[in-house]
């Protein structure tokens, strides 16, 4: 059920990529954060009346506390005139409007159709949307910085890339060099209706030596075996392969989260890679300095697939670590830090640090 209520804009807090941060008051209420989304419901301004989606804050779900505007009632007309037909979130109040990359009106449309395979290209597949700034810090990293990283956002969790200011950060520091949203996701360079033409759009469109895929905030799990959304993980990787790439997927690691399912190797990466995944990829693992982390990563490592389903490999995930250091690039995931977690972001940065050395006799 939705929940609803009506309030007055009254600051700015902040701005860019068609998302606006606002301060909204509501009757009987402290004022409270909201996100306007400039290509849905158009610009919002201080005294402007709002009718916010509140049902997220009301059941303390993860929005990081804030409102969703629904609509303008100060500047009702909006009129969307951007190229394109294709529908996101289609059949809903928030549809919007974009031109696919694929599509005949677009400009890479004959390139991409023509296009059937990813050519060897090495694909990162993550779960997480924390996963990405590690993997990308190591693609640079391990490249010397000479690899073009694309990262495609799916639709398995928040849809619009505009929230994601470490999509944003990544892009503006020169770690992330172009973005594709594919599904029902929107907002990055180029919109693709599906995985497989969104990787062939980061290839033809975006010229990508390094693809990272990856949903963005907010994956959703209820503890149960295949109830969360990161099982696209092994479907992802079906279709890499499907399409020639050379897929790479981030294990989820922690032996800092209190949850059993979650320490050491995640319940999610086990039925992901070992029940959801029909191919083949590489799994990359970090150079742990503790050897008890080490062995019991083995031992579940032996009961989650087949020993010749996939390439088990080892890499020292640190240097995407000082990478992130050295451009400024703080991280967290589920609120730990690399300090506190070391393992979960050394793995990703470890599959960055193994996509460069798939590419790298491209890069010589």
């Known amino acids: 059920m939705i929940r609803s209520r009506q309030g007055v804009v009254t600051k700015i807090l902040s701005g860019r990529d068609n998302l606006t941060v606002i301060e909204v008051a509501i009757a009987g209420e402290d004022d409270n954060k909201a996100y306007n989304y400039d290509l849905l419901t158009g610009p919002a301004n201080p005294g402007d009346s709002v009718v916010l989606n509140t ?10 506390g ?15 005139a951007e190229a394109g037909h294709i529908m996101k979130m289609r059949y809903s109040p928030a549809q919007v409007k974009v031109l696919a990359a694929e599509e005949p009106a677009s400009p890479w449309s004959e390139q991409i159709n023509g296009q059937n395979s990813l050519g060897g290209t090495p694909v990162i597949i993550g779960e997480l ?7 990308a810090a190591g693609a640079k990293a391990g490249s010397a910085g000479k690899a073009r990283v694309v990262y495609m956002m799916t639709d398995g969790a928040a849809l619009p890339l ?6 944003h ?3 503006k520091c020169g770690l992330v060099d172009a973005t594709i949203t594919c599904g029902h996701a929107f907002g990055g360079d180029w919109e693709a209706v599906n995985i497989y033409t969104g990787l062939l759009t980061a290839l033809i469109a975006a010229r990508a030596d390094i693809i990272i895929v990856a949903m ?3 994956i959703v799990g209820t503890g149960s075996r295949f109830g969360f959304t990161g099982v696209e993980q092994g479907e992802i990787i079906n279709a890499v392969n499907i399409l020639e790439g050379r897929p790479v997927a981030i294990p989820r690691l922690s032996f800092a989260d209190r949850r059993e399912r979650h320490h050491g190797l995640s319940h999610h990466t086990a039925t992901a890679l070992g029940k959801i995944c029909l191919t083949s990829c590489a799994v990359t693992f970090p150079e742990l300095a503790n050897p008890t982390w080490t062995a019991l990563l083995r031992e579940q490592i032996a009961g989650a697939w087949p020993a010749e389903k996939h390439a088990v490999v080892t890499e020292n995930g640190q240097p995407a670590l ?3 250091e050295r451009r400024g690039i703080r991280i967290t995931s589920m609120g730990r830090t690399p300090e506190q977690d070391p393992a979960f972001f050394l793995a990703a940065g ?15």
Do not use: C, Y
């Open 129 to 135: 949307h924390s996963m990405l700034a590690p993997a």
């Open 169 to 171: 950060n990544l892009k």
């Open 350 to 364: 470890a599959a960055g640090i193994h996509a460069a050395k798939l590419m790298q006799p491209a890069i010589d």
């Open 162 to 167: 505009a929230l994601s200011d470490l999509a």
């Open 322 to 324: 000082d990478e992130l």
């Open 216 to 218: 963005g905030p907010g």
């Open 55 to 64: 049902t997220a804050v009301a059941g303390k779900l993860g929005t990081g």
């Open 66 to 80: 804030a409102h969703f505007v629904m609509a303008n009632i100060s500047r009702p007309n909006r009129d969307a």
